[in-house]
């Protein structure tokens, strides 16, 4: 799974301009030495001028890439304060990830200190000296800019488009599905073993300074770690659970722990000030119910983003509906149960996508013929353990219609199903 630096490296907005000053530093440096150590003649017949016509160019497109890159930073803050208000303050992250926008800041700051450093190499005195090489780049960094600033500028105006953030969350939802089915290969299965009651012989293991939301757990480290100590490790939060400081995290059954071991298997656990998507695929699901519920407020009341958000978890549950669930009971390699972690069943994330959403948009008739039309197809590929689940949810639907729709015309409009909510031959 991904790891924390790898997490705090995607969501934070600073990385990647930090990483392109740094490249554009060490590219400005071997240049002048370059420029110092040989002759580049053929460049000097295509960039014509002296020594103060390139020192002028040279602090133009320095104070042209300063103001770009405010500019630029001046409209992702717009948009992160449009994506907050109108959509979810839970898609903040999602934005943050977004790499053009990291890209692009990442080329206006490295021009900026590529021209800065080639100023340094322009002799305006008896000499005339022009680094000619390093003029060169700086050129082709500004023609790039350019180019980039516009494909920045047109990311940014289907960036505000809510049916960009929704697909984004989903492609996110995704990612964490295979890549979740991948890691879940790698673990050893076994039955859920029987634990003596709570009081007799358990070791409680507690965060102590390190509360925040479950953002992941190392699985295969905790499995190592407790089949070296010989002990059977209980987790007791869910991953997106939040815990308290110095709240119980573990209990272990079966061994003595000294102080080392104890931190180590603490350690496993990681912790964020909020819920991730590195192993919580109910987040995904979470950030795309709160666009839905938020479009289908009264001050709102956009049943067709609603619509749009049930796409995509219809999407990201047909991927889950065949997919075994996550195993509760891992074995070390000799095949004893080592670590029992909670999970979210298929019933707690058809809720989660289906019941807030019905809720609200009970009242247009979109939102339950669509509903209709996710649940139907969704029986198609689940398993028959899975059944159960999605059958509740249709008689739900079929209860929440009847209770809310007072013309018997409207009752069977809404209970008909249809993939575009409204869509052709409705009627």
């Not at 939060?237 to 061994?255: A, H, N, Q, T, W």
Request: net charge neutral; glycine share 6%; with cysteine.
């Amino acid at each position: 799974m991904r790891s924390d630096l790898a997490e705090k490296i995607r969501s934070h907005l600073w990385i990647g301009p930090l990483a392109g000053l740094v490249l554009a530093l060490g590219a400005g440096l071997a240049s002048l030495y370059l420029d110092r150590t040989y002759r580049f003649d053929w460049l000097a017949t295509l960039i014509t001028g002296d020594a103060d016509s390139a020192r002028s160019v040279l602090t133009a497109i320095a104070s042209a890439m300063i103001a770009l890159t405010v500019f630029t930073f001046s409209i992702t803050m717009v948009v992160i304060q449009l994506a907050s208000m109108q959509y979810s303050p839970r898609v903040l992250r999602s934005i943050l990830r977004d790499r053009p926008t990291k890209v692009a800041l990442a080329l206006f700051l490295a021009t900026f200190v590529f021209a800065i450093i080639a100023l340094r190499g322009v002799d305006t005195g008896a000499d005339q000296a022009v680094p000619t090489l390093s003029l060169a780049l700086t050129y082709l960094l500004s023609w790039a800019t350019l180019l980039g600033f516009v494909m920045y500028i047109d990311h940014v105006a289907h960036t505000v488009r809510v049916g960009w953030l929704i697909g984004r969350l989903g492609r996110d939802g995704a990612s964490l599905i295979a890549e979740m089915e991948r890691d879940s290969a790698r673990l050893r299965r076994c039955p859920r073993p029987r634990l003596p009651p709570h009081d007799r012989g358990e070791v409680v293991l507690c965060c102590g300074d390190r509360g925040g939301a479950v953002s992941h757990i190392e699985q295969e480290a905790l499995v190592r770690d407790a089949a070296r100590a010989d002990v059977l490790v209980e987790v007791l939060p869910r991953v997106g659970d939040f815990v308290p400081r110095l709240s119980p995290v573990m209990r272990v059954y079966g061994g003595e722990l000294d102080e080392a071991t104890s931190r180590r298997l603490v350690a496993t656990l990681g912790f964020a000030p909020e819920r991730t998507l590195q192993q919580d695929i109910a987040y995904a699901l979470r950030q795309l119910c709160d666009i839905g519920c938020r479009a289908l407020s009264p001050s709102i009341n956009d049943p067709t983003t609603a619509v749009q958000v049930i796409d995509q978890l219809h999407e990201l549950l047909r991927m889950l509906a065949p997919l075994p669930d996550p195993p509760e009971a891992l074995a070390d390699d000799d095949g004893v149960p080592r670590v029992i972690i909670p999970r979210i069943g298929w019933g707690d994330l058809i809720s989660l996508a289906v019941t807030e959403i019905r809720i609200f948009g009970a009242r247009s008739p979109q939102i339950p013929r669509r509903l209709r039309a996710m649940l139907l197809d969704l029986r198609e590929v689940a398993p028959a353990e899975r059944q159960p689940a999605l059958a509740t949810q249709l008689e739900i639907l079929d209860a929440t219609i009847e209770r809310v729709d007072e013309l018997e015309v409207d009752r069977r409009f809404s209970a008909r199903s249809d993939d575009q909510g409204i869509g052709a031959g409705a009627h």
